[in-house]
């Protein structure tokens, strides 16, 4: 059987034994291995993409049909509820997305300023 942890024997000579030398073992310390973490990028998650642009083409519905600062936009009404539309505002989300550097996953927390730049963009 063999040691897991091999120790290296030393030899001193010791001027003053006269008996010879001494023996000491000791242990090296082992290499200091630095630590990796590697994450995953959730913002390349398809499915929180499709998520969240479902969700936020379907609020530009509900913003357009009931808020005042939308009126002018009714007549994209038809064309937002299409597949187009979901296109349409997934170019958006990616466009603030790039020029904020707010992540994905926390756009629903700025729904305000999300609405802003659909309202501004559309």
């Not at 519905?61 to 187009?84: P, T």
């Amino acid at each position: 059987m063999f040691n897991v942890m091999p120790y290296i024997q030393v030899d001193l000579q010791n001027p003053n034994n006269p008996a010879g030398t001494e023996t000491r073992k000791y242990y090296p310390v082992p290499p200091i291995q630095p630590s990796v973490y590697e994450y995953l990028n959730v913002n390349k998650d398809v499915r929180l993409r499709k998520n969240v642009t479902k969700y936020f083409a379907d609020k530009t519905i509900e913003w357009i049909e009931n808020d005042d600062s939308f009126k002018n936009h009714k007549s994209q009404l038809a064309d937002l509820k299409s597949v187009d539309g979901q296109i349409k505002i997934y170019h958006l989300l990616r466009k603030f997305v790039r020029r904020s550097g707010i992540n994905w996953y926390d756009l629903r927390d700025n729904r305000s300023l999300i609405k802003k730049f659909i309202n501004h963009k559309l």
